[in-house]
């Protein structure tokens, strides 16, 4: 439980894809204007991630050293193909309106890099867990940069939720007259909320370093008197 605990924080917070490690910039930047298309690949990555840890780690001990990357890259475009084709069957209008980013989930390092890192060396379980954990990593960020995007730049939140849920509508957080604001629904909107995240977490990450270190500071004051 405790290796797992692990593998859940470093993906959800410590090793997080887009506040530390900096990945899946391309898909952040393009489909994070709405909180439901943000979402909605967030939980794509997410079904990817499981599905390749989970075939690689099972395949582990067959795959050939020397030709391991393309046989990664040729299960995890499978997989992505499986779940574009879904997406395109059975929720077609937004596929439409996230477009080429679903394919190109092939394409994205998070997924690479964690197959690579730590799959291809450890048991099922603990691949399924690191991968749900990463991508759901990516998938809080995603979606609160999202959020944040809509409602500073349109005033609206579940924009498009209707290509989901026809009965829904999305909310008018701000006033009907709210002019929006541009800025935050073109790329550079996603950059500087996404500095805002990345400025929020070394801060909360200096706090938690300064208490351990105050708190190893009381244990030993004893000993060393």
């Given amino acids: 439980m405790s290796a797992w605990k692990d593998i859940a924080h470093n993906g959800i917070w410590k090793q997080n894809t887009l506040l530390a490690q900096l990945l899946g910039l391309c898909p952040l930047l393009a489909v994070s204007t709405t909180l439901v298309n943000a979402v909605s690949l967030g939980l794509?990555?997410?079904?990817?991630?499981?599905?390749s840890n989970l075939a690689i780690s099972a395949l582990r001990s067959l795959i050939p050293y020397e030709i391991r990357i393309p046989v990664f890259v040729l299960?995890?475009?499978?997989?992505?193909?499986?779940?574009?084709?879904?997406?395109n069957a059975y929720l077609h209008d937004l596929y439409l309106v996230l477009g080429i980013f679903i394919p190109l989930?092939?394409?994205?390092?998070?997924?690479?890099?964690?197959?690579?890192a730590f799959a291809a060396k450890n048991g099922l379980?603990?691949?399924m867990l690191d991968g749900v954990a990463?991508?759901?990593g990516f998938?809080?960020?995603?979606?609160?940069?999202?959020g944040l995007r809509e409602i500073i730049g349109q005033g609206t939140l579940f924009s498009g939720i209707e290509m989901i849920v026809p009965t829904a509508h999305a909310l008018?957080?701000?006033p009907a007259d709210y002019p929006g604001f541009l800025v935050m629904i073109l790329p550079p909107g996603a950059f500087f909320t996404l500095a805002?995240?990345?400025?929020?977490?070394?801060?909360?990450e200096a706090r938690a370093n300064q208490r351990r270190l105050a708190q190893q500071r009381r244990d030993t004051a004893p000993l060393t008197a």
């Avoid at 794509?44 to 599905?51: D, E, R, S, W, Y």
């Avoid at 989930?105 to 690579?116: D, F, Q, S, Y």
């Avoid at 805002?196 to 909360?204: C, F, M, Q, T, V």
């Fill in 134 to 136: 990463m991508g759901a």
């Fill in 139 to 146: 998938l809080w960020v995603i979606g609160l940069i999202g």
């Fill in 172 to 174: 008018q957080i701000l």
């Fill in 125 to 127: 379980l603990d691949s």
């Fill in 196 to 204: 805002l995240l990345i400025a929020g977490r070394n801060w909360l």
């Fill in 44 to 51: 794509a990555t997410i079904l990817v991630m499981l599905l």
């Fill in 75 to 87: 299960i995890i475009a499978a997989l992505v193909t499986v779940v574009d084709l879904a997406f």
């Fill in 105 to 116: 989930i092939v394409t994205n390092c998070i997924v690479l890099a964690r197959v690579e």
